[in-house]
């Protein structure tokens, strides 16, 4: 029923970002459609990101 096809659709959308991921990180870019073309992003996602420190934060 419906919730089977929601199922189908999570799995599918699952593998799709996973691929996305792993291309970026073989070929540090990514390619996507926009109304003037593909473009072109490049990503790091192989470095480590900066810890930040906590922040105390303010009540007033």
């Known amino acids: 029923g419906?919730?089977?096809?929601i199922i189908a659709y999570c799995?599918?959308?699952?593998?799709v970002t996973r691929d996305v991921h792993l291309y970026a990180l073989e070929?540090?870019?990514?390619h996507y459609d926009s109304r003037s073309?593909?473009?072109?992003v490049s990503?790091?996602?192989n470095s480590q990101p900066k810890?930040?420190?906590p922040q105390q934060m303010s009540l007033f």
């Open 37 to 40: 073309g593909i473009k072109t």
């Open 27 to 30: 070929n540090g870019k990514l």
């Open 43 to 45: 990503v790091d996602w």
């Open 11 to 15: 799995k599918v959308d699952v593998e």
């Open 51 to 53: 810890k930040q420190e």
């Open 2 to 5: 419906k919730l089977d096809k």
